[in-house]
């Protein structure tokens, strides 16, 4: 039985405060139920309400990609400076250490290789197996205008009653085909698709034309998608970019990882993210990051 003794007895119901209900620091999350929204707490920082996501799920397609050859060697020292990782379930289990305590989106489309019809996939991931992961949210590409677009939906609009079901979010990834533009006009469409069919996250691309746009008609969280490997002054510059007209931060890959620095610059993109650092400011902090960490591996 429980000690008694001493139990204070004096009460105090603070009556005459109101109860508080705070708001949620993402947009169009705020009725979503508490599962849901700790987990999107994991991945979008509570205090900025932005995340620097690290995607690193390119093997799913593409193979050992330049960078993530040996993700123990390249990447697990980088985990530190990401709010959130985006991986394969095969990469969390084999490469990633269990003791990584930030968000975890996990990839759950796949299917094709890139010798084939990217656009003709499947969902790869049961929720079971993504809960089993205590994983964040999971990711699955949604590929509009594409061969295979309503099964692409269809992956999408599945994972999205699964991850209801268990407090899982689901992120919809705008997949941009050679084909395809990536102006504001269509990603405005597409971003709007995936949050309209229940994704209560968007990846998507950046384009200088409208991109405010885009965040504004889009009623959830948008994070840019990093693209191609740029100078880094010109990747620092896009994210800055980016969350200045409304995204709640960056999902970047090759942009870090293939960087002559990758530690040095993934610290910048969390300046440019989580503090609105300049992008001239943030390239000098980069260099000197850089420079501290050259000087470090000569020493040893
Ligand atoms: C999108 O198709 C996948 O999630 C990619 O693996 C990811 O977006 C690539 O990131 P990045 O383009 O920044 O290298």
Request: proline share 4%; charged share 20%.
């Amino acid at each position: 039985m429980a000690d008694i003794e001493g139990v204070k007895e004096t009460k105090h119901y603070f009556t005459e405060v109101p109860a508080s209900h705070e708001g949620f620091h993402l947009k169009g999350a705020h009725q979503l139920d508490w599962g849901m929204r700790n987990r999107l707490s994991k991945v979008f920082r509570p205090s900025t309400g932005r995340t620097v996501m690290l995607a690193i799920d390119h093997g799913y397609f593409l193979g050992p990609t330049t960078g993530l050859e040996r993700i123990d060697l390249t990447i697990v020292p980088l985990l530190q400076y990401a709010d959130a990782l985006m991986c394969t379930r095969g990469i969390l289990r084999s490469s990633i250490p269990s003791t990584f305590s930030n968000g975890v989106v996990m990839r759950s489309s796949g299917g094709p290789s890139t010798l084939k019809e990217l656009s003709n996939e499947l969902i790869a991931v049961d929720i079971d197996d993504a809960v089993r992961m205590n994983v964040s949210a999971m990711a699955v590409q949604v590929y509009i205008g594409g061969e295979f677009e309503t099964q692409s939906i269809k992956n999408m609009t599945t994972l999205v009653d699964q991850g209801l079901r268990c407090g899982v979010p689901t992120m919809g990834v705008t997949a941009v085909g050679k084909e395809l533009t990536r102006d504001a006009r269509y990603l405005g469409l597409a971003t709007r698709i995936c949050a309209e069919l229940g994704a209560q996250v968007v990846k998507t691309y950046y384009c200088a034309e409208g991109f405010d746009r885009v965040t504004a008609g889009c009623p959830v969280p948008i994070v840019m998608a990093g693209g191609k490997k740029l100078p880094e002054l010109e990747a620092l510059t896009m994210a800055y970019r980016a969350v200045s007209q409304g995204a709640a931060g960056v999902d970047m890959g090759r942009n870090i990882f293939q960087s002559e620095a990758p530690a040095a610059m993934i610290q910048a993109v969390g300046k440019v993210v989580h503090e609105l650092m300049p992008p001239a400011q943030a390239f000098d902090f980069y260099k000197t990051m850089k420079r501290e960490q050259e000087l470090a591996a000569a020493k040893q």
